[in-house]
């Protein structure tokens, strides 16, 4: 049996509320891929956000994040209202149908809100001792970020598996301690 629409939607949008944790593991990634070691281990990633950033450094990049997911789910909410009115009506409910058409239309509605979770995590390295970090340190605010990320036509990088789009800087400066 299919489940409604509204616990599907629990189910597939992303908690805001573990966004500490994407921050530190977005760092961590960052830090990782630059061969660097204050992130290494998660108390010392929670002690160099706080460090670097203070409390508003667990939340950086918050805002494009919530705004995707409540795009996001406000359109997936209504189409699937939509689809099970116009299509399949008032009467029997084909469940196997309505699935595939739900699988279909997140991933339809997840194409035009990706930019703001690549914004997101861009910013989530903003304010970071990274060199990984340079980008995002550049932008004073999220809008500026996604303006820039259009401009160069990076707004779906990453978001296909296969035929990646990310333009990187040849040479990334190493940032003082």
Known sequence: MALPPETEIREKSPNSLCFINLVITVRQIAALIGKETQYTFFPMAVRAVYRENGILGFFQGFIPRLIGEMILTSAYYCSCRLVRLLIFGLGRRSTENMNILRVLLYYTLHNYTYPFELTGCVM?????????????????????????????QQLIRGWRPFLRSHVQQIHLPKLKS
């Open 124 to 152: 989530a390295v903003h304010g970071a001792n990274l060199i990984g970090a340079t980008e995002s340190n550049s932008f004073h605010n999220w809008y500026e970020c996604q303006r820039y990320l259009s401009q160069n």
